[in-house]
């Protein structure tokens, strides 16, 4: 363990002071970043056991800059355009100010926000929604996020639209389930053959960097007698960061496990999993797909990749997001489900990362399956060459190198 033994000189609020450095840290940023921002994070238990309250991270130009702790482990931002390598000290000095929690989780009737300030960044919903009046009430749901906002603040969510009532924003059920012999569907609910619901938060956080929250979902088989089990559990974590030049980034991890000592098959359908319906201002016209491997929206469908770019005018702007796979999820690349360009007569739009779209995910009691996805919400036009760069930092974080 490094111990405090420099003492270094460093301005903090315009004051010259010294204080005992710890250590510095080289952050490598040599793969192109193509000015977004990345976030990164450091174990700080083989470093010092110095209490969190008595730290301070210097910048590259001597300022502080706010970080964010989590078991010991330290979590900052780098801002888009950072030279190729970033240097950061680590030093023993009672900070002057405690850094607020400008990323906020804020719970309210039912729903979770997730705000910057008072920039509204997402919100979960865990209160049972109902559909419109005159309308089955089979279609009741929880657990979902809705609206996704831009940075700007445009909605590139839609819930309940009369196509489609079982849609709700970015949600993730599956549709062919083999369960006890019987085949379950948690996706269409019209048919009553199961769903998915909120059951409880295991944990919620606020902070200078980030706000996350997780939550228990319950994977429902309703029985042809009436009755109902659960046979999966899923522990689902969202973690968004602080935005910065127009973006914002957002961890969605899915965690499946059996609720029971009976085994879950996931059969292979045409979609199911991470599934989002946008906005009702897209259509054909004014909205664009991109794969990482080119497909646009006519080609997208069925095929397999690492990232997807959704995309369009919506609110007097334009905006959108990228969604990304990671390489240790089932069946990746993993499948898209991505809607034809004639849907509905205008080209509405839905995309889904489908990892049983084309072979079956058998689940077993006592193991844990894992689904790892990141997301960068936008606005303005986002590039290949972002998403790409977006993707490498996901599944790549930067790497950090510690000196004395």
Known sequence: MLRPTLLTLF????????????????VDLSRPTNGLSVPV?????????????????????????DFQMEDRH?????????QKTVRYELIHQPRHHQPT????????????TILNGNQHLLRYVYATVYPPAGIDTAYKKSGFIHPLWSPKGQVLTRIQAPDHYHHYGVWNPWTHILYKGDTVDCWNLRDRKGTVRFAKFIAVVSGPQF??????????????????????????????????????????????????QNPVLLLAYRYGGVGWRATEEWNRDNSE???????????????????CIVQGAVGGDYAGAEMMSSPTNYNYPEPLRVWPLNMNGRGDVYANFSPTKDVDWPLYPGHDYVLHYRWVVFNGHFTKEKAESAWSYFTQPAKITVTN
């Open 74 to 82: 330290m979590h900052w931002i780098i801002p888009g355009g950072a």
């Open 11 to 26: 301005t903090i609020a315009g004051t010259l002071t010294y204080a005992q450095r710890i250590a510095s840290f080289n």
């Open 211 to 260: 706000a996350q929250y997780e939550t228990l979902h319950e994977h429902v088989a309703f029985h042809r007698d009436g009755g109902e089990e659960v046979m999966l559990n899923e522990l689902q974590t969202v973690r968004v960061y602080r935005p910065a030049d127009n973006t914002y980034l957002f961890d969605l991890t899915i965690q499946l496990n059996c609720a029971t």
């Open 101 to 112: 929690d400008s990323v906020r989780a804020v719970a309210d009737n039912g729903e979770l």
């Open 41 to 65: 994070e450091i174990d700080l238990g083989p470093i010092t056991a110095l209490p969190d309250s008595s730290l301070q991270l210097i910048g590259p130009d001597k300022s502080p800059v």
């Open 289 to 307: 797909i991109l794969t990482s491997e080119g497909k646009a929206r006519a080609a997208a469908d069925g095929s397999k990749a690492r990232w």
